[in-house]
């Protein structure tokens, strides 16, 4: 099995919401929740130095709220005015507990998607 | 003069720049459409990464800072100038100026005159050296003497070739141009102008149905799109709706002038003075029976008005920054209007 930190569990994500938490190593990490399935990524936007849980989210579309880039949270992929996807952080749902897998952020992947 | 080299994620170009020219504004005169917002140092729009070469940074304290990586070279082209050449990449895409659009320029102006519209808002035109053109819903970037930096100010006329520029200040207690502006005459000071700048821009050809939502001084622009409305009878077969945002009815400014654009189309035009803090008053309602009045923030005011009338719509915003952020945040998830359809400018 990967190495993998508990990042939080399912409950503490409101229905349709999202919420910010940040790791040990001070990387923080954007969770979304659309019906029972979980999405997590990098928490800051992939344009500026954003906090992407300042901005909308419908259950389905986020929005940064600084420039209105876009992204469909089911892929991260970009919608709308976006002009780069999100960072996919890898993640495992076990039980209620929701769990961060090393390395956090691939980054050199998200590109190719 | 120096050189400026230019990495954008699309292609690379140059352009030349001035001895305490922002890089920005000197690409922007240029014709190349480089990423900016407020282009006064406060929103973080225009970062851009040095590669090589040496920068003057005229505002090291500018709060567009906060979005950047500092430690990865990162800055804001709207505030730094060139001491050498320059080499520097950019992560968007910068494409050049659209076709027809206005390029930037520098003007000098004198201001003709001016009047207090509230006790904390006053109104003053500038006589430029040359005329300009400009889209209805631009701003320029204004530099008083004395003072340091350019602030944005909205055109609130449209004519579209001028050499007079209308403007609205609502005093900020404590600001450098609110001080000097509300405390002196300013007829006859020069000023140092750049522009016409920004993208919240109406034209008639888009055939759409126009939302425009102002708190305070938002109000600016909005005039211009309504007046190029009102000029070229674009409200004879679409609708306008417009929210201006105010704490009470004193606060209210141009009321006289929104009465007249509804007096004009009065099918068409739907024009409500939102008040946040006071009840609306048979006597105001009275004084300007074309005008609607409602009481709450204007975001709230014109969610309320709305439900049904978002069909072809392109929204205006303008204000600042906590108003139009709600506007936005109403807009994208009740409204549910797509980001291309949203044009706004953050009063930071
Ligand atoms: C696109 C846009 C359009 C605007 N339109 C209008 C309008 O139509 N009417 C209106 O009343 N207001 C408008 N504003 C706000 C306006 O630009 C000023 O922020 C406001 O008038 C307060 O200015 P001040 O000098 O009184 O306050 P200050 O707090 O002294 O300065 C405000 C701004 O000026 C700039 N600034 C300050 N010091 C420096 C420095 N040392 N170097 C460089 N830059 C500096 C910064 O952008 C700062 O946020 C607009 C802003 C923007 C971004
Ligand atoms: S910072 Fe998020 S869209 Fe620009
Ligand atoms: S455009 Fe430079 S900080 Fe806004």
């Known amino acids: 099995m990967q190495d993998r930190t508990l ?26 929740r659309s019906g029972d399935e979980f999405y997590a990524y990098d928490a800051m936007c992939p344009h500026q130095e954003v906090e992407l849980c300042e901005g909308f989210y419908d259950g389905c579309v986020l929005t940064c709220h600084q420039h209105l880039w876009q992204w469909d949270v089911k892929t991260g992929d970009m919608m709308g005015l976006a002009e780069a996807p999100l960072t996919s952080v890898a993640m495992e749902l076990d039980g209620e507990d929701l769990y961060v897998c090393e390395p956090v952020m691939n980054r050199a992947a998200v590109g190719g998607r | 003069m120096m050189k400026v080299q230019v990495k954008a994620r699309n ?47 005229q505002w090291p304290e500018a709060p567009g800072r ?14 730094c100038a060139a001491k050498t050449d320059l080499s520097i990449e950019i992560g968007n895409f910068v494409s050049e100026a659209t076709p027809g659009a206005v390029i930037p320029a520098k003007f000098t102006g004198i201001v003709g005159g001016s009047r207090m519209l509230t006790p904390d808002v006053k109104a003053f035109t500038v006589e430029l050296d040359r ?23 909205s055109m609130v006329n449209f004519e579209r070739r001028t050499q007079t520029l209308e403007f609205v200040v609502k005093k900020l207690p404590g600001g450098g141009v ?13 000023l140092e ?38 000029q070229e009878n674009y409200f004879a077969d679409h609708q306008g709706y417009l929210f201006f945002g105010v704490r009470t009815a004193n606060d209210a400014f141009y009321l006289d002038e929104l009465a007249a654009f509804k007096a004009k189309h009065p099918e068409n035009l739907h024009i409500t003075v939102a008040l946040s803090t006071e009840a609306v008053t048979d006597e105001v309602k009275a004084a300007f029976p074309g005008l609607e009045f409602d009481t709450g923030f204007v975001h709230e005011v014109a969610a309320r008005k709305m439900k049904d009338h978002y069909d072809n719509i392109v929204a205006y915003l303008a204000g600042p920054p906590p108003a139009v952020d709600a506007a936005i945040r109403t807009l994208v998830l009740e409204a549910r209007l797509s980001a291309d359809s949203i044009r706004y400018d953050k009063f930071s």
Do not use: H
Not at chain 1, 16 to 27: N, R, S, V
Not at chain 2, 28 to 56: F, M, Q, S
Not at chain 2, 132 to 144: L, N, S
């Open chain 1, 7 to 32: 990042l939080c569990n399912t409950n503490e994500v409101p229905e349709d919401g999202m919420k910010q938490f940040e790791l040990d190593d001070g990387t923080k990490v954007i969770v979304l």
């Open chain 2, 11 to 57: 292609r690379a170009f140059g352009f030349d720049t001035g001895v305490g020219e922002s890089v920005l504004y000197s690409g922007l005169r240029t014709g190349v459409a480089l990423p900016y917002e407020c282009a006064t140092g406060t929103c973080g729009t225009c970062k851009a990464k040095l590669i090589e070469g040496e920068l003057d940074d």
């Open chain 2, 66 to 79: 906060k979005y950047l990586k500092s430690d990865q070279g990162e800055f804001l082209m709207c505030q």
């Open chain 2, 131 to 153: 005329s300009t053109e400009f889209d209805a819903g631009q701003f320029v970037a204004v530099r008083f003497p004395g003072i340091g930096g350019y602030r944005g100010y």
């Open chain 2, 178 to 190: 609110s001080e000097w502006l509300f405390d002196n005459e300013p007829t006859g000071v020069e």
């Open chain 2, 193 to 230: 102008i750049f522009g016409p700048l920004g993208s919240a821009t109406f034209y008639p050809g888009m055939g759409k149905n126009v939302l425009c939502i102002a708190g305070g001084s938002g109000i600016a622009g909005m005039m211009s799109i309504f007046s190029r409305g009102c």
